[in-house]
Protein backbone atom coordinates (compact mmCIF):
# COMPACT_ATOMS: atom_id res chain seq x y z
CA UNK A 1 0.00 0.00 0.00
CA UNK A 2 1.44 3.50 -0.56
CA UNK A 3 3.00 5.60 2.04
CA UNK A 4 0.84 8.50 0.50
CA UNK A 5 -2.21 7.19 0.33
CA UNK A 6 -4.86 9.69 2.08
CA UNK A 7 -8.87 9.93 1.14
CA UNK A 8 -10.73 13.28 1.88
CA UNK A 9 -11.39 13.33 5.65
CA UNK A 10 -12.55 16.96 5.28
CA UNK A 11 -16.24 15.76 4.23
CA UNK A 12 -18.73 15.78 7.14
CA UNK A 13 -20.99 13.09 6.06
CA UNK A 14 -20.81 9.30 6.04
CA UNK A 15 -18.32 9.31 3.11
CA UNK A 16 -16.33 10.76 4.82
CA UNK A 17 -16.36 9.26 7.86
CA UNK A 18 -15.25 5.94 5.78
CA UNK A 19 -12.58 7.59 4.22
CA UNK A 20 -11.13 8.75 7.67
CA UNK A 21 -11.33 4.69 8.63
CA UNK A 22 -9.62 3.79 5.41
CA UNK A 23 -6.67 6.24 6.08
CA UNK A 24 -6.67 5.43 9.56
CA UNK A 25 -6.55 1.52 8.76
CA UNK A 26 -3.88 2.10 5.45
CA UNK A 27 -1.91 3.44 8.03
CA UNK A 28 -1.61 0.93 10.88
CA UNK A 29 -1.46 -1.55 7.96
CA UNK A 30 1.79 0.49 6.75
CA UNK A 31 3.23 0.57 10.43
CA UNK A 32 2.32 -2.99 11.37
CA UNK A 33 4.66 -4.01 7.68
CA UNK A 34 7.61 -2.03 9.20
CA UNK A 35 7.26 -3.63 12.24
CA UNK A 36 7.26 -7.26 10.67
CA UNK A 37 10.13 -5.96 8.49
CA UNK A 38 12.08 -5.12 11.71
CA UNK A 39 11.17 -8.20 13.36
CA UNK A 40 12.66 -9.92 10.13
CA UNK A 41 16.09 -7.79 10.72
CA UNK A 42 16.14 -8.70 14.39
CA UNK A 43 15.80 -5.20 15.78
CA UNK A 44 12.88 -4.46 18.17
CA UNK A 45 10.04 -2.42 17.62
CA UNK A 46 9.75 1.47 18.71
CA UNK A 47 6.33 3.26 19.86
CA UNK A 48 5.40 4.94 16.45
CA UNK A 49 2.01 4.45 16.74
CA UNK A 50 1.45 6.27 19.61
CA UNK A 51 1.08 9.05 17.35
CA UNK A 52 -1.51 7.42 15.61
CA UNK A 53 -5.20 8.06 15.94
CA UNK A 54 -7.43 5.89 17.08
CA UNK A 55 -4.81 3.19 17.43
CA UNK A 56 -5.85 1.31 20.34
CA UNK A 57 -6.37 -2.17 18.72
CA UNK A 58 -2.96 -1.79 17.00
CA UNK A 59 -0.86 -1.18 20.22
CA UNK A 60 -2.68 -3.89 21.85
CA UNK A 61 -1.35 -6.31 19.32
CA UNK A 62 1.48 -5.22 18.85
CA UNK A 63 2.03 -5.36 22.86
CA UNK A 64 1.46 -8.98 22.53
CA UNK A 65 3.87 -9.68 19.52
CA UNK A 66 6.34 -7.66 21.66
CA UNK A 67 5.59 -9.87 24.83
CA UNK A 68 6.27 -13.03 23.03
CA UNK A 69 9.08 -11.54 21.28
CA UNK A 70 10.93 -10.55 25.18
CA UNK A 71 9.61 -14.60 25.72
CA UNK A 72 11.45 -15.84 22.94
CA UNK A 73 14.60 -13.67 23.78
CA UNK A 74 14.85 -15.03 27.68
CA UNK A 75 14.58 -18.47 26.56
CA UNK A 76 17.22 -18.03 24.22
CA UNK A 77 18.95 -16.61 26.89
CA UNK A 78 18.48 -19.11 29.16
CA UNK A 79 18.92 -21.82 26.55
CA UNK A 80 22.10 -20.11 25.40
CA UNK A 81 23.34 -20.33 28.95
CA UNK A 82 22.73 -23.79 29.36
CA UNK A 83 24.45 -25.26 26.55
CA UNK A 84 27.23 -23.43 27.85
CA UNK A 85 27.16 -25.08 31.18
CA UNK A 86 26.96 -28.08 29.14
CA UNK A 87 29.87 -27.58 27.03
CA UNK A 88 32.08 -27.05 29.87
CA UNK A 89 31.33 -29.23 31.85
CA UNK A 90 32.23 -32.16 29.03
CA UNK A 91 35.65 -30.71 28.59
CA UNK A 92 36.15 -30.76 32.42
CA UNK A 93 34.86 -34.53 31.90
CA UNK A 94 37.42 -34.69 29.01
CA UNK A 95 40.26 -32.93 31.32
CA UNK A 96 39.63 -35.59 33.88
CA UNK A 97 40.22 -38.35 32.13
CA UNK A 98 43.16 -37.10 30.39
CA UNK A 99 44.57 -35.83 33.75
CA UNK A 100 48.20 -37.53 34.77
CA UNK A 101 49.47 -38.58 37.75
CA UNK A 102 50.73 -35.54 38.86
CA UNK A 103 48.52 -33.86 40.73
CA UNK A 104 50.28 -30.16 40.37
CA UNK A 105 49.87 -30.96 36.63
CA UNK A 106 46.34 -31.43 36.82
CA UNK A 107 45.76 -28.59 39.11
CA UNK A 108 47.48 -26.18 36.59
CA UNK A 109 45.81 -27.76 33.93
CA UNK A 110 42.40 -26.86 35.66
CA UNK A 111 43.32 -23.14 36.46
CA UNK A 112 44.58 -23.10 32.55
CA UNK A 113 41.28 -24.46 31.66
CA UNK A 114 38.47 -22.48 33.57
CA UNK A 115 40.43 -19.11 33.00
CA UNK A 116 39.93 -19.96 29.40
CA UNK A 117 36.68 -21.36 29.05
CA UNK A 118 35.20 -18.61 31.84
CA UNK A 119 37.54 -15.94 30.74
CA UNK A 120 37.96 -14.95 34.78
CA UNK A 121 41.61 -13.56 34.16
CA UNK A 122 43.25 -14.23 37.46
CA UNK A 123 42.37 -17.62 39.49
CA UNK A 124 43.89 -19.53 41.90
CA UNK A 125 43.59 -23.13 43.89
CA UNK A 126 44.80 -23.36 47.68
CA UNK A 127 44.70 -26.86 49.11
CA UNK A 128 44.92 -28.00 52.78
CA UNK A 129 47.83 -29.36 53.75
CA UNK A 130 48.84 -30.80 57.63
CA UNK A 131 51.52 -28.29 59.36
CA UNK A 132 52.74 -29.67 62.34
CA UNK A 133 49.31 -29.21 64.80
CA UNK A 134 47.51 -27.62 62.59
CA UNK A 135 45.90 -27.04 59.00
CA UNK A 136 46.40 -24.85 56.51
CA UNK A 137 45.86 -23.88 52.92
CA UNK A 138 48.71 -23.71 50.48
CA UNK A 139 48.98 -22.31 47.00
CA UNK A 140 49.34 -25.19 44.54
CA UNK A 141 48.09 -23.65 41.21
CA UNK A 142 47.92 -20.09 39.75
CA UNK A 143 47.32 -18.12 36.96
CA UNK A 144 47.99 -14.22 36.19
CA UNK A 145 49.14 -13.34 39.73
CA UNK A 146 51.31 -10.85 40.67
CA UNK A 147 54.58 -11.50 42.65
CA UNK A 148 53.11 -9.97 46.46
CA UNK A 149 50.23 -12.43 45.65
CA UNK A 150 52.65 -15.67 45.01
CA UNK A 151 54.89 -14.33 48.58
CA UNK A 152 51.05 -14.47 50.01
CA UNK A 153 50.35 -18.01 49.20
CA UNK A 154 49.76 -19.78 52.80
CA UNK A 155 46.96 -19.06 55.07
CA UNK A 156 45.81 -21.28 58.25
CA UNK A 157 41.93 -22.08 58.18
CA UNK A 158 40.32 -19.22 59.05
CA UNK A 159 42.69 -16.44 58.09
CA UNK A 160 42.06 -14.13 55.46
CA UNK A 161 39.84 -14.33 52.63
CA UNK A 162 40.85 -17.96 51.44
CA UNK A 163 41.34 -19.23 55.36
CA UNK A 164 37.86 -18.05 56.01
CA UNK A 165 35.76 -19.69 52.62
CA UNK A 166 37.47 -22.85 54.20
CA UNK A 167 36.12 -22.68 57.36
CA UNK A 168 33.09 -21.75 57.28
CA UNK A 169 32.28 -24.00 53.62
CA UNK A 170 30.38 -20.93 52.32
CA UNK A 171 31.45 -19.14 48.93
CA UNK A 172 32.31 -15.25 48.84
CA UNK A 173 31.97 -12.91 46.45
CA UNK A 174 33.24 -9.17 46.99
CA UNK A 175 31.88 -6.85 43.97
CA UNK A 176 33.89 -3.48 45.08
CA UNK A 177 37.36 -4.45 46.23
CA UNK A 178 39.59 -1.43 47.55
CA UNK A 179 41.47 -0.09 44.75
CA UNK A 180 45.14 -2.00 44.90
CA UNK A 181 43.76 -4.86 46.59
CA UNK A 182 45.53 -6.46 42.99
CA UNK A 183 46.44 -5.92 40.05
CA UNK A 184 46.17 -7.60 36.37
CA UNK A 185 49.18 -7.03 34.43
CA UNK A 186 48.57 -7.42 30.16
CA UNK A 187 50.22 -5.52 27.89
CA UNK A 188 47.94 -2.85 27.41
CA UNK A 189 48.94 -2.08 31.32
CA UNK A 190 47.81 -2.51 34.93
CA UNK A 191 43.93 -3.02 35.80
CA UNK A 192 43.01 -3.00 39.20
CA UNK A 193 40.84 -6.38 40.88
CA UNK A 194 37.34 -5.08 41.53
CA UNK A 195 35.95 -8.53 42.51
CA UNK A 196 36.78 -11.59 44.16
CA UNK A 197 35.17 -14.98 44.61
CA UNK A 198 36.17 -17.40 46.55
CA UNK A 199 34.55 -21.44 46.51
CA UNK A 200 35.41 -24.07 49.07
CA UNK A 201 36.40 -27.56 47.37
CA UNK A 202 34.26 -29.27 50.07
CA UNK A 203 34.17 -33.31 50.00
CA UNK A 204 31.54 -34.81 52.95
CA UNK A 205 32.01 -31.98 54.85
CA UNK A 206 35.71 -31.90 54.92
CA UNK A 207 37.39 -28.43 53.23
CA UNK A 208 39.78 -30.09 50.79
CA UNK A 209 40.85 -26.32 49.63
CA UNK A 210 39.27 -23.12 48.05
CA UNK A 211 39.52 -21.33 44.76
CA UNK A 212 40.21 -17.86 44.48
CA UNK A 213 38.61 -15.96 41.57
CA UNK A 214 39.66 -12.25 40.20
CA UNK A 215 38.85 -9.96 37.87
CA UNK A 216 38.31 -6.21 36.87
CA UNK A 217 35.40 -7.11 35.61
CA UNK A 218 31.98 -8.67 37.06
CA UNK A 219 31.97 -11.99 37.36
CA UNK A 220 28.61 -13.18 36.08
CA UNK A 221 25.91 -15.38 38.10
CA UNK A 222 25.87 -17.93 35.33
CA UNK A 223 29.81 -18.07 35.45
CA UNK A 224 29.54 -18.05 39.23
CA UNK A 225 26.79 -20.86 39.26
CA UNK A 226 29.47 -22.83 36.35
CA UNK A 227 32.50 -22.20 39.29
CA UNK A 228 31.12 -23.67 42.08
CA UNK A 229 29.58 -26.64 40.20
CA UNK A 230 33.44 -27.20 38.80
CA UNK A 231 34.41 -27.08 42.50
CA UNK A 232 31.94 -29.87 43.39
CA UNK A 233 33.12 -32.20 40.79
CA UNK A 234 36.61 -32.03 41.16
CA UNK A 235 35.97 -32.46 44.98
CA UNK A 236 35.91 -36.41 45.09
CA UNK A 237 38.94 -36.26 42.42
CA UNK A 238 41.17 -34.17 44.97
CA UNK A 239 39.96 -36.02 48.00
CA UNK A 240 41.10 -39.55 46.09
CA UNK A 241 44.25 -37.72 45.53
CA UNK A 242 45.33 -36.95 48.55
CA UNK A 243 44.59 -40.00 49.68
CA UNK A 244 47.10 -41.63 47.43
CA UNK A 245 49.37 -38.48 48.45
CA UNK A 246 49.86 -37.92 44.52
Known amino acids: MPENFKLDNLRKDEIGKLNKQATQLAVHMRLFDQYLKRVEKGTSWTDEAN?????????????QIKEKEALISRLRKENSTALWHQEG?????????????????????????????TSVP????????????????????????????????????????????????KDIHIKDLPEGYSYLTS????????????????????????????SPKEI???????????????????????????
Open 122 to 169: QIGIFITEESGNKKILRLRACRAYDKKKEIESIYEIGEGLPGRAAYEQ
Open 89 to 117: ATRLYTLLQKSTGDFDQFLNDLVLFLSEY
Open 51 to 63: HVPGSEKLHFILF
Open 220 to 246: EPHTVSFLKAVADRISSEIFIRKLQKI
Open 187 to 214: GLGEESITQILLVPIVYNKHSLGVFEFM
